[in-house]
């Protein structure tokens, strides 16, 4: 079910259980008057450092059953020690279960509150207001919250869905453009999982996207969301077909973790996305070869990177072999068949990806 009035669009996703809103508005009373249904909850923002200035100009002075945790910015910041830090904060302030938790911030800030949410007094309710792209578009919807631990990303987490998810895309006005183009890495991801149109719209109007020209912005954040949402109620725990959304994820985490963290995650899931449809092309699954040239043009037109040089093929692969990606000594790949379709594969042959990051680092 889709509603649009003038200055929100809203769409919902239907879990078993319940159905959530994502409402995408300019307009923040939109949220003052879902939070404002109850009154007597205390509500608890956790943000990061970055935004802590941003999120006090936008709202701060609104309410005053407002208790706030700032986190420093970064991924550093999802660990255990973090989430304890919290736990006390809310237990400092007698915060109990009918009491309300609202993450402010990107992926990691969303991750965290999420995870303290889904855990403290065995789950308390939460609404999520992203403000990067990569947390509008992917991190704030389908409920996977958690903290790295022992070196490994997200091992620990869990599935907790929000009440709603409010996303104003006048938070991306401050957004820096390397963050931006992070995001922008997932919104291809979600066009060449399932939707061609959008793609091509993107490539058309690559400028005015990059400008953050906001018709432009709305339709992006809204037919991502859309694709997200649907993907998420078709499989909530990812048992089959939301291993899609890993698509030039399993490439990607293993540059990402070779590259010390240097490159960051869009980054490296740009090069991961080449990586696949080379992986595609070698196996005969592409039906278009022009296809692959084609995303090359956009990942480059965005100024994300298709390569990386200092790339160790060997090295790579073994840091591949520590991913969650591989099981019984198989790589999974979400491979395409052409932009908007991919199917999930597994790969054996440890060669054939040998082959491909050797091509990569030539391309
Ligand atoms: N839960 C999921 O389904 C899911 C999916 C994808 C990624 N993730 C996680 O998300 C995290 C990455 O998220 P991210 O890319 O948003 O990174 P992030 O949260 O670190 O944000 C990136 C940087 O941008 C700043 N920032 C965010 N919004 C801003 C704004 N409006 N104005 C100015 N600065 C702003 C932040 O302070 C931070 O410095 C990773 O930890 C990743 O594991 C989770």
Request: glycine fraction near 8%.
């Amino acid at each position: 079910m889709i509603q649009n009035d003038s200055d929100k669009i809203e769409q919902f996703v239907h879990l078993e259980s319940r159905d959530y809103p994502i409402l995408i508005s300019r307009n923040w009373s939109y949220l003052f008057q879902h939070i404002d249904g109850n009154k007597k909850r205390k509500i608890v923002m956790i943000t990061d450092d970055n935004l802590k200035r941003i999120y006090q100009t936008a709202w701060c002075n609104k309410r005053h059953n407002l208790y706030t945790y700032i986190i420093q910015s970064g991924e550093n910041s999802k660990k255990l020690s973090v989430i304890e830090s919290i736990y006390l904060f809310l237990k400092d302030n007698s915060i109990d279960r009918s009491d309300l938790i609202i993450s402010f911030g990107g992926g990691v800030v969303g991750d965290i509150a999420g995870y303290v949410a889904s855990t403290y007094l065995r789950g308390i309710c939460l609404i999520h207001v992203p403000t990067s792209l990569l947390a509008m578009v992917d991190s704030s919807i389908g409920g996977k919250c958690g903290v790295d631990f022992a070196g490994i990303k997200n091992i620990i987490g869990n599935i907790y869905h929000p009440e709603m998810v409010f996303i104003n895309p006048a938070l991306l006005d401050s957004l820096p453009e390397e963050e931006l183009k992070n995001g922008m890495a997932e919104v291809i991801v979600h066009c060449i999982i399932r939707n061609r149109w959008l793609f091509d719209f993107i490539n058309n109007h690559l400028e005015q996207v990059l400008q953050k020209e906001n018709d432009c912005i709305n339709l992006i954040l809204y037919m991502n969301c859309k694709i997200k949402a649907r993907i998420v109620e078709e499989d909530q725990y990812e048992k089959g077909i939301r291993k899609i959304l890993n698509f030039g994820h399993t490439i990607g985490h293993g540059i990402e973790a070779e590259s010390g963290f240097l490159l960051s995650h869009g980054q490296c899931v740009s090069i991961g996305i080449m990586g696949a449809f080379i992986i595609a092309r070698k196996m005969n699954l592409l039906e278009n070869e022009a296809d692959l040239m084609t995303v090359q043009t956009l990942l480059t037109g965005v100024g994300l990177p298709i390569q990386y040089q200092a790339l160790e093929p060997e090295k790579i692969l073994e840091k591949m072999g520590y991913d969650k990606k591989r099981c019984r000594n198989r790589y999974h790949f979400i491979l395409p068949h052409r932009i908007g379709s991919v199917g999930i594969y597994e790969i054996a042959d440890e060669k054939i990806i040998l082959d491909t990051l050797k091509e990569l680092k030539q391309l």
